[in-house]
């Protein structure tokens, strides 16, 4: 049974840094792409950043490219979202997800192996 448990966030001031980190259980993470995902209060999930299986292609939002950097380790069975000169806009609770991304010009999207989402971890960036 999938299992995904979502660590590292906190608060922090405008221009600092964060780790999150994504275990998996439940499946052989080296098989699926896996994606983080962030929900802001009143508004909708949104996909931050993606990774394939093999950790060679990633895809970013437009709004975290150059600050935030994807990365797996999948012997740890575990996803990284390195978080650079975070806003404020980047307040949300943060997830991760499995399954297969798919890409059309510069848009992505994750195929979910499942509906299920782990409890995230919550970012809030204020001064």
């Known amino acids: 049974q999938l299992q995904l448990v979502e660590s590292g966030g906190g608060l922090v001031h405008p221009g600092g840094s964060l780790r999150l980190s994504c275990v998996a259980s439940?499946?052989?993470?080296?098989?699926?792409?896996i994606a983080w995902f962030r929900q802001a209060p009143g508004k909708e999930r949104e996909g931050v950043a993606s990774?394939?299986?093999?950790?060679?292609?990633?895809n970013y939002a437009d709004s975290v490219k150059g600050r935030f950097t994807i990365s797996r380790d999948n012997a740890k069975n575990t996803v990284y979202l390195q978080m650079n000169s975070l806003k404020p806009e980047d307040t949300a609770i943060y997830y991760c997800?499995?399954?297969?991304?798919?890409?059309?010009?510069?848009?992505?999207?994750?195929?979910?192996?499942?509906?299920?989402w782990g409890q995230g971890t919550q970012v809030t960036v204020s001064s």
């Open positions: 997800n499995v399954g297969q991304v798919y890409t059309s010009g510069s848009s992505w999207w994750l195929l979910r192996e499942s509906d299920y």
């Open positions: 990774v394939s299986s093999g950790g060679g292609s990633t």
């Open positions: 439940g499946l052989t993470l080296e098989q699926h792409d």
